[in-house]
């Protein structure tokens, strides 16, 4: 018997081992230097940087080039301007492109109003005034889209001076779980999240606790064969978020619903997804854009949740004739 056990033992820790092995070897299959970085796009090119302050003493960080109609981006959390680099290559030459760091993420700062998703809403009129843009097409991308939607909502009157349409892009209107019990579940996983990151902030640590998890969670918001470079610029920007920020931002990420409201969004809107979109999925933003009542729907097959990465030139070419008609 008491050699069984040794033999159980030592077959379960050779597994362990093999599988601690397999799982090194696949995350560093994702893992790209800087020159392939730059190889593939992903640096940003030559834009101007401006530190907008908010009245509640934050510092937003803003990037712009370019001239023509205005497109201002959004990012997701753990996010940055840097994952839309592909984006001002791509659409500079002909639109005035605009992006900012949400506070606690990038060179963006936070203040003492927090990081409420209203209070991120304001932090977009506030860029829009200070960069004094109008009849702009504004991109919110995952909770870019959520702020976007309450800004839409709550801030209707002044984000209609600056933008003439919107993109909501692979986003969502509801909590993270579904159904009747999504937005409570939401509220109770998000507090017991947001505690892991303090306690991480406390211990002087980031959000991930090691750069291959943060690897495998970039790596699962992309859908098939993704390239390496896309995966590791992701993950370079992700391990680099505020844990206070994430702490406070993941109960209004998580327990978000404002489905019953969409009926009242008064812009011109287009809903973008991928149809292996897992974080955001397919099904959810076609129920986005039936209730929205200016909305189109742009469904991208076979792409995931990082359009801006996977399907640069069809975001591009998508963002080129949504712009074009709010012009006209």
């Known amino acids: 018997m008491k050699r069984r056990r040794v033999v159980a033992g030592i077959a379960f820790g050779t597994l362990l081992g093999a599988a601690y092995v397999l799982e090194r070897s696949l995350a560093r299959r994702w ?9 593939a796009g992903l640096s940003m090119p030559d834009v101007a940087h401006h530190f907008v302050p908010t009245d509640d003493g934050a510092r937003i960080h803003v990037v712009e080039s370019g001239t ?24 500079t ?12 993420h990038g060179q963006s ?11 991120l809403a304001d932090d977009l009129l506030t860029v829009l005034e200070h960069r004094q843009v109008t009849d702009a097409v504004v ?35 509801g909590p993270a779980i579904p159904g009747p019990v999504g937005r409570p579940m939401g509220t109770v996983t998000g507090r017991m999240a947001g505690r892991a990151a303090r306690f991480a902030e406390r211990r002087g640590k980031g959000v991930y606790p090691g750069s291959d998890l943060a690897t495998w969670g970039a790596r699962v918001c992309f859908g098939s064969q993704p390239r390496a470079a896309d995966v590791e610029l992701v993950r370079s920007i ?4 505020s844990p206070r920020a994430m702490a406070e931002l993941l109960i209004p990420l998580l327990a978000f619903d404002v489905r019953a409201e969409l009926v009242n969004i008064e812009l011109p809107t287009l809903v973008v997804v991928g149809t292996r979109d897992l974080v955001t999925p397919a099904r959810r933003a076609r129920a986005m854009a039936e209730r929205i009542p200016k909305a189109e729907l742009e469904v991208l097959a076979g792409c995931g949740h990082l359009v801006m990465l996977e399907r640069p030139d069809a975001l591009a070419s998508i963002l080129d004739r949504f712009s074009a008609q709010r012009v006209a």
Do not use: C, K, N
């Open 109 to 119: 700062i936070g203040g003492s109003g927090g990081y409420s998703f209203e209070r």
């Open 238 to 241: 992700s391990v680099g978020v």
């Open 139 to 173: 991109v919110g991308h995952s909770m870019g889209g959520m702020v976007l939607q309450l800004a839409a909502l709550r801030r209707a009157e002044a984000l209609a001076r600056h933008t003439s349409g919107i993109v909501l892009l692979a986003t969502d209107a």
């Open 68 to 91: 023509g109609p205005a497109i201002v981006l959004i990012h997701g959390i753990t996010l940055g301007v840097g994952v839309w680099a592909r984006q001002f290559r791509d659409l």
């Open 31 to 39: 893992r790209a230097g800087e020159d392939e970085l730059t190889a």
């Open 93 to 104: 030459d002909r639109h005035r492109v605009i992006a900012f760091d949400q506070r606690g």
